[in-house]
């Protein structure tokens, strides 16, 4: 039980070290485009994503066979994470 914990928190390592980076995307509008091109890698959900965005970025992930993280953090904590002053419910980290 204890190691989906410990990979949690690599991906919230992760994603801090690409802070400012063009590698990272913040945002499900932002995010959905680059999926729909293929240039995202990785999909990093928070724990409260709404269903319909989650259900979006799922579909257009399976085609680009993009791997979906979800967070047990919500996107609150997740919009600190990407220090920014507001909740971010979708993260991308383009290839």
Same mark, same amino acid.
């Given at each position: 039980?204890?190691?989906?914990?410990?990979?949690? %928190?690599?991906?919230?390592?992760?994603?801090?070290?690409?802070?400012?980076?063009?590698?990272?995307?913040?945002?499900?509008?932002?995010?959905?485009?680059?999926?729909?091109?293929?240039?995202?890698?990785?999909?990093?959900?928070?724990s409260n994503c709404n269903k319909d965005v989650f259900g979006e970025i799922e579909?257009?992930?399976?085609?680009?066979?993009?791997?979906?993280?979800?967070?047990?953090?919500?996107?609150?904590?997740?919009?600190?994470?990407?220090?920014?002053?507001?909740?971010?419910?979708? %993260?991308?980290?383009?290839?």
């Amino acid at each position: 039980m204890g190691s989906p914990k410990i990979y949690k %928190v690599e991906i919230l390592i992760e994603i801090k070290k690409l802070i400012g980076s063009e590698k990272l995307i913040i945002g499900a509008d932002r995010v959905l485009k680059y999926l729909k091109a293929g240039k995202i890698e990785k999909v990093i959900l928070a724990s409260n994503c709404n269903k319909d965005v989650f259900g979006e970025i799922e579909h257009f992930a399976n085609f680009s066979e993009v791997k979906i993280e979800k967070l047990d953090i919500p996107n609150d904590e997740l919009g600190t994470v990407c220090k920014k002053p507001f909740s971010v419910a979708v %993260v991308g980290i383009l290839k």
